[in-house]
């Protein structure tokens, strides 16, 4: 058996050289997913929709309804919880806040970001919905709001239960809104440590030891129990000449099911690292002007520029940038009028004429374009006809 998987990594790594991508590590792991945050990639997955046990992971879902909240006012960050009995007898790693104890909601999410805590997870379920029950109604309805198609959620801390399911690439897509959606609080996961006022400091480090052996990595998550295996969501930041100074480069890897604490750092480490040295970030275009202007008729302008907002990055193998493409497709001809930001067509990205595709991004008119007048309108329509 172990030989018949050898050969079938080696037809498979021998596929995707010939198609002119990197070859990833081989990442010993029930599955996994590499992501390139800053341009949206998948680099690398194997079983990225495989069904899973999320383990403590499930706290960034809590996280993300928490967060959510506290967005909207529903939720303040130095208003305490009343430490409920049920929230203290939650099994698993701990806060160790006692019952009856008042505690900020900041220190509640510290807890069980750095800690794990699940009596602190418990606690802010509580706190914001009433009950773990409600809470849970909201994970899955924001599941569900996030595109992630294949989770269900049965609690909000990741204790073993049936139906309490996941996949690599649904956590990617959590982790990464996560990010993206609540930038003033992703901080706590950087934490190194962590111990509220008079408990035990047994447990005040954050189990994510990337933290402390790569700078470049600032979160997010661990998770373990028996049936999950070791897990971690881990992002690094670091610079890229196409983005310029001040602009770091967001990779993102989703490695679970792991055999040890140390395996899932490790894998992780070894994901991340190959993102960034096997692939590299190209820009085409311009933010501006666009990939393309093209010919508009019945327009107040001749020209439109067609683009991507924001410009358009691509993650490209290493060694192949200089052969990355563009291909647009728009309907043609192109009448006005066009808004700005107005979905044309697609752009389509891919190395050389016939090479593997990298990326497709919705194409946009940039500017507007306004509808001319009678008489320009008029002579375009002849122009087509003759044509």
């Known amino acids: 058996m172990k030989r018949w998987l050898v050969l079938v990594w080696a037809l498979v790594s021998a596929w995707v050289q ?11 792991a029930r599955a996994y997913l590499l992501m390139d945050v800053t341009t949206g990639q998948v680099l690398a997955s194997r079983d990225p929709d ?3 046990e999320p ?26 919880v009343t430490i409920s009995e049920n929230a203290w007898r939650t099994p698993g790693s701990r806060m160790f806040v006692e019952p009856n104890w008042q505690v900020p909601v900041e220190d509640l999410l510290k807890g069980m970001i750095v800690q ?27 599941a569900q709001a996030l595109g992630m198609s294949k989770t269900h959620y049965t609690n909000p801390e990741g204790l073993t239960e049936a139906g309490h399911t996941t996949t690599a690439r649904d956590l990617a897509t959590l982790a990464t809104r996560l990010m993206r959606d609540f930038p003033q609080y992703v901080g706590y996961y950087a ?8 408990t035990p400091k047994a447990n005040d480090t954050n189990r994510n030891t990337l933290l402390f052996r790569d700078p470049s990595v600032d979160g997010l998550k661990t998770g373990h129990t028996e049936a999950a295996g070791y897990c971690l969501v881990a992002t690094a930041h670091r610079p890229s000449a196409a983005l310029g100074a001040g602009q770091d ?19 992780s480490q070894k994901l991340l690292n190959w993102g960034y040295t096997a692939y590299r970030l190209v820009r085409l275009g311009d933010a501006t002007k666009g990939l393309a202007q093209v010919k508009v008729y019945k327009g107040e302008q001749e020209q439109a520029a067609l683009g991507v907002s924001g410009g358009l990055l691509v993650a490209a193998p290493v060694g192949q940038t200089d052969a990355v493409q563009a291909k647009l497709s728009y309907p043609q001809p192109l009448l006005a009028p066009l808004e700005a930001g107005q979905v044309i067509g697609e752009v389509r990205v891919q190395v050389g004429e016939s090479g593997p595709e990298l990326m497709r991004q919705p194409l946009r008119a940039l500017a507007a374009v306004p509808q001319a007048g009678w008489l320009k309108r008029t002579w375009d329509a002849l122009l087509l006809a003759v044509d």
Do not use: C, W
Not at 18 to 28: D, H
Not at 63 to 75: D, E, R
Not at 121 to 142: C, D, I, R, Y
């Open 18 to 28: 010939a198609a002119g991508l990197p070859t990833p590590p081989e990442i010993a």
């Open 116 to 142: 794990s805590g699940n009596d602190a997870t418990v606690a802010l379920a509580e706190g914001l919905a009433g009950s773990v029950a409600q809470f849970v109604v909201l994970m899955n309805q924001q």
């Open 249 to 267: 480069r967001r990779l993102l890897s989703v490695v679970l099911g792991t055999a040890s604490s140390s395996a899932r750092a490790n894998e």
């Open 50 to 52: 495989e069904a899973v």
């Open 191 to 198: 934490l190194q440590h962590y111990r509220y006022p008079n």
């Open 55 to 80: 383990a403590s992971l499930t706290k960034l879902m809590t996280a993300y309804v928490v967060f959510s909240a506290l967005k909207a006012g529903q939720m303040r960050l130095d208003q305490t």
